[in-house]
């Protein structure tokens, strides 16, 4: 009996894959969390000015603003926030249970204050015009200082997923080497700046909502704006520092693997176009709003949210998961839920080396007992696995899925022996920077390899069913019809 490894069924999201799932409901969280950490700041300095310059009406906006937050924020952060829970709990177990392992303590701690974050924003709504104003400045600033905690520890744990960024933690196995990693500031400085972006675009929406020819459209509006166009200013420098941050795998992914288009430019400019073209649009908006705070419209400013959504969070994500590849966590765990080196500090062992020799379908402790030995039977339902288990978390296995489609990848070739080498050669090696080293021994290569052509010839689909309808059999295909054909008994999974 081969050792058995502890990797949990793989949860298969067809078409659009378990990263776009974790990915949407990410997307809606952060705009939810990140518009709350930047108006506790735009509300502490909006209200300083309405106790120093003694002017209630600020406080009205204030008022209206912290109520559009608690339903907009606080109802879709805490839905999508333990969405987020149970999503990657289900697609990527072994990595949260990295991550909890690692900063169990700081995420008690994350709640705690979040906890007062919550609290905070209800009190600071809710007493608004009925305590002594200072007292109520107080109540706000505690609402800053909570939600700027729950950034800070929650960006310890995101910059560790990416990379401690030096050799000590695999050796001290320490949550202080684990939470004080290379990526750590410079990520911490670009969100904590665009936070503030996040929060002035949607609280353009409540200025909008003031009544036309009201002088508190200009005199909060402004601040407004200045405070958004800060953010995207310093939110742009401070990107620049995080590139420099980065590990080399995530260099070679921003160099070739995001779409350039204009190869003479550095790659730091032409991958982030779309991003760039979004950020100055939105400047221009927050600067458009600085000059004319009368002429805001509810729509316009609800369309700019979608904007700063579609065009800005969802690229923006979207970028620094691929970044992160092929790793899930601290450069230790693949994506693929394999852990990929050892880790002394932690007792950690590289399990690459035992499934090269013993296998993926032997040693993975959840695969259904009749495919842990391939035969001509089970083959395409084996190789099926292989490439949930293997690739999937990375990979659309359909042709037309959005995530890195593998029929496209391999330029939909149906030669068996062309993808075997492919997977005995770099992809064993380890030697694509931003793919896990999957080394796999030659019968899971030919079960793997089989199924690809076959879902590229399209005589099976992405669930491992043969499709009745054969194409017109060409050459090259009938090694793959005849192994697709040769699956008479369907195992059901
Ligand atoms: C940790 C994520 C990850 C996993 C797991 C993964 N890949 Fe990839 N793979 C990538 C990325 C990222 C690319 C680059 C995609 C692009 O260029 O659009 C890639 C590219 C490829 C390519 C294109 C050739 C190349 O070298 O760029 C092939 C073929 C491929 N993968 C096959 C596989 C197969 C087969 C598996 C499973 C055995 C697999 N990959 C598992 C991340 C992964």
């Known amino acids: 009996m081969s050792e058995l490894l502890g990797i949990y069924p793989t949860w298969y999201v067809p078409q659009i894959g378990t990263a776009w799932v ?17 108006a506790a700041i735009l509300f502490a300095l909006l209200e300083t000015r309405a106790v120093r310059e003694n002017k209630p009406q600020i406080m009205q906006y204030i008022k209206k603003y912290g109520m559009f937050l608690l339903v907009f924020s606080y109802i879709w952060g805490s839905v999508t926030g333990p969405g987020i829970w149970y999503s990657v709990t289900v697609a990527s177990p072994r990595g949260i249970s990295a991550l909890i392992h690692n900063f169990v303590w700081v995420w008690a701690t994350e709640w705690v204050f979040f906890t007062v974050e919550v ?32 950034l800070v520890l929650i960006i310890g744990i995101l910059s560790f997923m990416m990379w401690p960024g030096s050799d000590r933690w695999y050796l001290t196995g320490s949550v202080f080497d684990a939470f004080y990693n290379l990526n750590f500031a410079a990520q911490l400085a670009d969100r904590g700046f665009l936070m503030l972006t996040s929060a002035a675009v949607v609280g353009s929406i409540i200025i909008a909502a003031i009544p036309k020819g009201d002088p508190l459209r200009k005199d909060v509006g402004q601040t407004v704006a200045k405070l958004g166009l800060t953010g995207l200013i310093g939110g742009a ?94 450069q230790y765990m693949y994506s693929n839920q394999i852990i990929g080196r050892d880790v002394p500090g932690l007792g950690i062992q590289d399990e690459v080396p035992i499934i090269a020799k013993d296998g993926l379908l032997k040693t993975a402790a959840f695969v259904p007992a009749d495919l842990r030995v391939i035969t001509p039977q089970n083959q395409m339902q ?25 029929p496209q990848l391999l330029h939909g070739t149906t030669d068996v022996a062309m993808i075997q080498g492919f997977l005995a050669g770099p992809l064993a090696h380890g030697s694509v920077p931003y793919m896990p080293k999957i080394d796999l021994p030659a019968n899971e290569q030919l079960a793997l390899a089989t199924f690809l052509a076959a879902v590229n010839a399209g005589t099976v689909d992405a669930e491992g069913r043969l499709i009745a309808r054969a194409p017109a059999a060409a050459p090259q295909h009938t090694a793959v019809a005849q192994a697709a054909a040769g699956q008479t008994t369907k195992t059901k999974d």
């Open 237 to 330: 420098l401070a990107f620049m520092w995080y590139v420099a941050t980065l590990p080399p795998n995530a260099l070679v992914i921003l160099k070739d693997r995001l779409p350039h288009w204009f190869g003479y430019i550095d790659f730091r400019i032409t991958t982030f176009i779309p991003l760039a073209a979004t950020s100055l649009l939105i400047g221009a908006y927050l600067l458009w709003v600085y000059l004319k705070p009368q002429a805001l419209r509810v729509p316009l400013a609800v369309g700019m949210v979608a904007v700063l959504l579609i065009a800005g969070i969802w690229p923006e994500e979207r970028t620094r998961e691929s970044l992160r590849k092929p790793w899930v966590a601290g």
């Open 119 to 150: 609290i905070g924003v209800y009190a600071l709504v809710y007493t608004i015009g009925k305590i002594d104003p200072r007292t109520h400045l107080k109540i706000t600033w505690t609402f800053v200082v909570s939600s700027v905690a729950t």
């Open 382 to 406: 084996a190789g099926r696995l292989l490439a949930v288990m293997a690739c999937s978390n990375c990979h659309s296995i359909n042709r037309d899925g959005p995530l890195r489609p593998l």
């Open 22 to 38: 974790m990915g949407i409901i990410g997307t809606i969280h952060v705009l939810a969390s990140n518009t709350s950490v930047g």
